[in-house]
């Protein structure tokens, strides 16, 4: 048996995952954890994109603390990953060095197209949907694909995600009319240069990754009374539902954000610049709910693994 280890460097998040592999080609997920790093902070209103120093320090903190789960472990193997902030950083590379230093991995930074290609992947063979268009919105970047009979047809990355949104438009706080007007309008414009083809997706579910998407998801199963709020595989919810929620958060200010999220309230100040986009999305391709993955681009980068093994 191997201990797969994947290291994640989000533009919101840095993620652990640790997988046993059999010898016979299947792997079972034994521990995850994540920390809330912000690669992406700094990056919505600047030309100039650059990985803060602050934020550097906390993802190598993350990285310290994750060493000590798997550090241990017989027979290991380590896949380190990056996304859209790093992707688009023109100090790259002191990060990557950095973390080479720290855990002896070569970080591999997907392109947008692998990114989205991955979240597909990990998708289409762990939910049971056969048609959809699947969102993962991150912090840096949100990826968009239309699933039809288990297939891609269409798969982008857009280069904005849930931090560098709130930056653009300063929906940290409570957004006023005229920020929310012109995000809306830019979302509009953005979706018909980029996605042209959502008009085959009408009536569709909407497949959602990424933490802003998850922490809805969360919301209601608390509002339900679900002991559990963290398997929210496979779950639903209908599109009036999510609309009254988003609506809810929409109306407070970060404050009230922070104590209606809970255990979520590190989101607080992002919710409504990751949760526009998605919203936008439903309302264009008419989709009657939404259902949750909490497979994406590590499981699909797994899947990948395994099939080459």
Request: negative net charge; hydrophobic residues 30%.
């Given at each position: 048996m191997q201990n797969l280890v994947i290291l994640d460097f989000g533009s919101n998040s840095t993620r652990l995952s640790i997988n046993e592999v059999s010898d016979e080609g299947k792997y079972r997920e034994v521990f995850r954890a994540k920390e809330m790093t912000r690669m992406a902070e700094g990056m919505g209103n600047s030309e100039k994109k650059v990985l803060q120093a602050d934020a550097i320090e906390r993802t190598l903190d993350a990285v310290r603390k994750f060493q000590k789960h798997y550090e241990n472990l017989p027979n290991l193997k380590i896949k380190g990953i990056a996304t859209a902030a790093v992707r688009v950083a023109e100090n790259k590379?002191?990060?990557?060095?950095k973390i080479k230093s720290l855990t002896g991995v070569e970080v591999e930074i997907l392109s947008g197209s692998a990114e989205a290609y991955y979240d597909y992947?990990?998708?289409a063979n762990c939910l049971d949907v056969k048609d959809a268009v699947i969102c993962d919105m991150g912090g840096g970047s949100f990826e968009v694909i239309l699933m039809k009979n288990k297939k891609a047809l269409n798969l982008i990355s857009i280069q904005y995600g849930a931090v560098s949104l709130?930056?653009?438009?300063q929906t940290q706080d409570k957004i006023n009319a005229g920020n929310l007007f012109e995000f809306e309008v830019f979302l509009r414009e953005l979706f018909a240069k980029k996605l042209p083809w959502l008009s085959e997706a009408k009536d569709l579910p909407l497949v959602l990754l990424g933490g802003a998407n998850r922490t809805v998801a969360r919301k209601k199963l608390d509002k339900l009374d679900e002991k559990d709020t963290?398997?929210?595989?496979?779950f639903r919810v209908y599109k009036e539902e999510f609309q009254r929620i988003y609506r809810k958060w929409l109306d407070m200010d970060k404050t009230e954000r922070a104590t209606d999220l809970g255990d979520e309230s590190s989101r607080a100040d992002i919710i409504i610049g990751g949760l526009t986009p998605v919203m936008q999305l439903m309302l264009q391709?008419?989709?009657p709910y939404v259902m949750f993955s909490e497979s994406g681009v590590r499981e699909g980068i797994i899947f990948e693994l395994l099939?080459?093994?």
């Open positions: 590379e002191e990060f990557l060095e992947v990990g998708v709130t930056e653009k438009f963290t398997n929210i595989h496979n391709c008419e989709s099939a080459e093994k």
